[in-house]
């Protein structure tokens, strides 16, 4: 057997087990007897999905078998993993409850998810069709990551020790509210950082010490799980800082251009 075409295939292995992980999530999550259990059960499987979505590029990379298939089918099982799956867990666990505005809420993302992937696929695939070179920005939300999103909320609820906190987390207007924002921000021009530029220099340890700190400190004041909730919410924060401050420079540099002087 080619040993190339046996690495070809390597990485979209790993791409249909996070596939696999989103099915398996949505048949437990839809299940009619479905609890709080099921439900935590299901987020687990997409956290799984996360894994071998983060895998399945890297893998590629190492083994130089990117292709523009490879591109087409991650995509796809984003949709599958990142799209449906959390839609249809998040409608059972809560929005459900709040019934047309619930529901249209989770078409909401999962369109917008659509769009952010094709949105995506252009940008980064060139004429020929093979994927370009990784930027160190990504223009709006990935998909993963509202994914993840939501998903820390569902793991958090469901361990959260303190009743209050627990009925807050899975209020059906709080987490449609979220499902909104997050459809906004991955149909946005929002920039995100993608982390592939980073250097090893003082300001990056500074930031690295910073982000394990704060983590380990939530982690420990809470659970493992508001960990997550923590830095997937200080990622959208970032970005939406740094967009701020763009913006802000933007218009004070137009406000400080020198009027032309009038014609003699």
Known sequence: MDLRKS???????????????????????SAPDADQDAFYRSALLIIFAMFFDTIDGRVARLTKTQSAIGVQLDSLADVVSFGVAPMVLVHRWSVGALGTLGTLACFAYLAGGVIRLARFNVLTTAASGAPKKPSKWILGLPIPGAAGILISLVVAHTVARQTALRDHLGSPWLIFGVVLGLAFLMVS?????????????????????????????????FHVAFALVWLLASYVAIALLETALRVTRRVRGRNEEPEPEPER
């Open 7 to 29: 690495l070809f295939i390597l990485p979209n292995l790993f791409t249909l087990s996070s596939v696999l992980c989103g099915f398996y999530a949505i048949l437990i999550a």
């Open 189 to 221: 021009t929002i920039r995100f950082r993608s982390f592939k530029d980073i250097q090893l220099n003082a300001r990056t340890l500074a930031f690295v010490a910073l982000a394990i700190g704060s983590t380990i400190f939530v982690a420990m004041r």
